[in-house]
């Protein structure tokens, strides 16, 4: 697996529908590291992650580093699935682009099985998509992801509406990920989620601040992202603030 020693986004500027998605965004990720984009509805936060994944072009700026495979998972997006099994769904991800499929290999259906393993959805590889449960449906598109084997995954708010459960095993899986040498960055509404990361994105359609957790994640940033959404500021004995986000966690496509 090759991976770029940095994946930058260089004063990037989108707008969608008109509206100001990302202004003048300039940040970094190490190959090998996690990051948490975190920022109120509508701050940007999806919308860097399909710049990130070339799903949609910057109007100004650039992106340095993509490498040519990368895996996206998309939470909340409706997929018409056609009849297809949970096993047909993970092997789409070892199809190469091009006119004719490829025959999957013994390391394709490897790589299948283990990212079935790894989410605990073995079980289901012979069950149709459309009777899953919401959480076994999110578990199937983070396992498709990881039996892609990307140098750059992309998860766009990963865990919301699991049972803790699975929000701990995705939340595992990411270090793993981190461990081999991938480069992950997930956005999240949960600061302590973002707590889990290497390092954090704060984002207002701006850049509010990046840094580590316990840099980015303290009032005066949260209260220019999130304005009065932020509740209380006391700092406890061992240093960290007691913090509470009024936000709507509902997904809104920016």
Not at 75 to 89: A, F, I, S, Y
Not at 95 to 123: C, K, Q, S, W
Not at 227 to 246: A, F, N, P, W, Y
Request: glycine letters at 10%.
């Amino acid at each position: 697996m090759s991976a770029p020693t940095t994946l930058r986004m260089d004063q990037v500027s989108v707008k969608r529908n008109g509206v100001v998605a990302l202004s003048d965004v300039t940040v970094a990720f190490k190959a090998g590291s996690t990051t948490a984009l975190v920022g109120p509805n509508g701050s940007g936060k999806t919308t860097l992650l399909e710049v990130l994944a070339g799903l949609i072009p910057a109007d100004r700026g650039s992106v340095v580093g993509r490498p040519s495979v990368v895996s996206l998972v998309r939470h909340g997006v409706q997929r018409p699935w056609l009849p297809l099994t949970v096993g047909e769904v993970l092997r789409m991800a070892r199809f190469a682009p091009g006119i004719f499929p490829n025959r999957l290999t013994v390391r394709d259906y490897d790589a299948v099985d283990r990212a079935a393993g790894r989410l605990e959805i073995d079980g289901l590889l012979g069950t149709q998509m459309n009777v899953l449960s919401g959480g076994e449906c999110q578990r199937v598109m983070v396992a498709q992801a990881l039996a892609r084997e990307a140098p750059l995954v992309l998860l766009d708010e990963p865990v919301t509406g699991l049972d803790l459960a699975s929000q701990e095993r995705i939340l595992q899986i990411v270090a793993e990920e981190r461990d081999a040498g991938r480069t992950v960055i997930l956005s999240t509404h949960h600061l302590d989620e973002a707590r889990h990361c290497d390092r954090v994105a704060l984002l207002a359609a701006r850049v509010v601040a990046q840094g580590t957790p316990d840099e980015v994640l303290c009032p005066e940033y949260l209260r220019e992202a999130y304005g009065d959404r932020v509740l209380g500021d006391h700092r406890d004995h061992d240093h960290s603030h007691d913090l509470i986000l009024v936000d709507d966690h509902g997904h809104g496509g920016h």
